[in-house]
């Protein structure tokens, strides 16, 4: 049950945070990025372990792994994009939340490039000449 741990921080946190905010605005704002951090140095383990069975799969199944590897980078800079535009924007700096999802989502088709390559090019060899 480590998402009531999880939640159990966040609003505690919350609380703390919301009666420092009057005081001393910055310190709140720490306390919420620190925070932020905990939660996602909490979740490494998780993750890493979801990425060892993913791999493990790959090999399996014979994929490619620069495919698989591929996928898990993109999903990689999907969280970390979304992670650090929701910390500007506790901050309240939402035009730099914003350019941060944007660059992301360009990071993310640049990586993609190589996947949507090879099924284009799968799909004109099963098309008909």
Same mark, same amino acid.
């Given at each position: 049950?480590?998402?009531?741990?999880?939640?159990?921080?966040? +609003?505690?946190?919350?609380?703390?945070?919301?009666?420092? #905010?009057?005081?001393?605005?910055?310190?709140?704002?720490?306390?919420?990025?620190?925070?932020? %951090? &905990?939660?996602? +140095?909490?979740? $490494?383990? #998780?993750? *890493?372990?979801?990425?060892? %069975?993913?791999?493990?799969?790959?090999?399996? *199944?014979? $994929?490619?792994? %620069?495919?698989?590897?591929?996928? +898990?980078?993109? $999903?990689? %800079?999907?969280?970390?994009?979304?992670?650090?535009?929701?910390?500007?924007?506790?901050?309240?700096?939402?035009?730099?939340? *914003? #350019?941060?999802?944007? *660059?992301?989502? &360009?990071? /993310?088709?640049?990586?993609?490039?190589?996947?949507?390559? &090879? /099924? /284009?090019?799968? &799909? $004109?060899?099963?098309?008909?000449?």
């Amino acid at each position: 049950m480590e998402i009531i741990q999880i939640v159990g921080l966040g +609003l505690i946190v919350t609380i703390l945070s919301l009666i420092i #905010k009057e005081q001393k605005p910055m310190f709140a704002f720490l306390l919420a990025a620190f925070t932020g %951090v &905990v939660i996602f +140095l909490f979740l $490494i383990g #998780k993750i *890493s372990s979801v990425i060892r %069975v993913l791999e493990d799969l790959g090999e399996k *199944s014979n $994929i490619n792994m %620069v495919f698989l590897k591929t996928i +898990l980078k993109i $999903i990689g %800079v999907a969280y970390i994009a979304e992670f650090g535009a929701q910390i500007v924007r506790d901050a309240g700096q939402e035009s730099i939340a *914003s #350019k941060i999802e944007l *660059s992301g989502k &360009v990071l /993310i088709m640049v990586m993609a490039i190589p996947i949507i390559t &090879v /099924i /284009i090019e799968t &799909v $004109i060899k099963l098309l008909p000449a």
